[in-house]
């Protein structure tokens, strides 16, 4: 397998957010930072408000920094729009299957030593192993 683009520093940066993050949300608002529980949410719960400025961050932060040339990231022009529906259709349908999200379960969950999202993460890693090993996508 080969790494393309390794960048540890910003990788570890970018980790160092995302943690920074999701303990902010649980230690200030009591809140897992699962993503798919957040926008679940965004229709049935009383409190749209910091949902929705959750998940507007989630969009505005990359659109800048992409805009502004600060980063790239790999191109899905190559693939037909019809096989990224389809990866994001079985993405979806995973998450409720798992009941929740990498963010929930791999950093939040396994932060707090969750065994349910302990297991979740590895069938997670399983599952995109196992992806990129039959798509011939591994190098």
């Given at each position: 397998m080969t790494i393309v683009n390794f960048t540890p520093l910003s990788a570890l940066g970018g980790g160092l957010l995302?943690?920074?993050a999701a303990l902010i949300l649980l230690l200030v608002g009591g809140r897992i930072a699962g993503?798919?529980?957040?926008?679940?949410?965004?229709?049935?719960?009383?409190?749209?408000?910091?949902?929705?400025?959750?998940?507007?961050?989630?969009?505005?932060?990359?659109?800048?920094?992409?805009?502004?040339?600060?980063?790239?990231?790999?191109?899905?022009?190559e693939y037909s729009p019809w096989r990224?529906?389809?990866?994001?259709?079985?993405?979806?349908?995973?998450?409720?299957?798992?009941?929740?999200?990498t963010s929930?379960?791999?950093?939040?969950?396994?932060?707090?030593?969750?065994p349910r999202s302990i297991i979740a993460t590895l069938m997670f890693m399983a599952a995109g192993i196992a992806t990129v090993t039959l798509q011939g996508l591994g190098g």
């Amino acid at each position: 397998m080969t790494i393309v683009n390794f960048t540890p520093l910003s990788a570890l940066g970018g980790g160092l957010l995302i943690g920074s993050a999701a303990l902010i949300l649980l230690l200030v608002g009591g809140r897992i930072a699962g993503i798919s529980g957040i926008v679940a949410g965004i229709g049935s719960q009383s409190d749209k408000g910091w949902r929705l400025a959750f998940v507007a961050g989630l969009v505005a932060v990359p659109m800048l920094i992409f805009g502004l040339d600060l980063a790239e990231a790999y191109s899905l022009q190559e693939y037909s729009p019809w096989r990224l529906l389809l990866a994001g259709l079985l993405v979806g349908i995973g998450t409720r299957l798992g009941n929740g999200c990498t963010s929930g379960h791999g950093i939040c969950g396994m932060g707090r030593l969750s065994p349910r999202s302990i297991i979740a993460t590895l069938m997670f890693m399983a599952a995109g192993i196992a992806t990129v090993t039959l798509q011939g996508l591994g190098g």
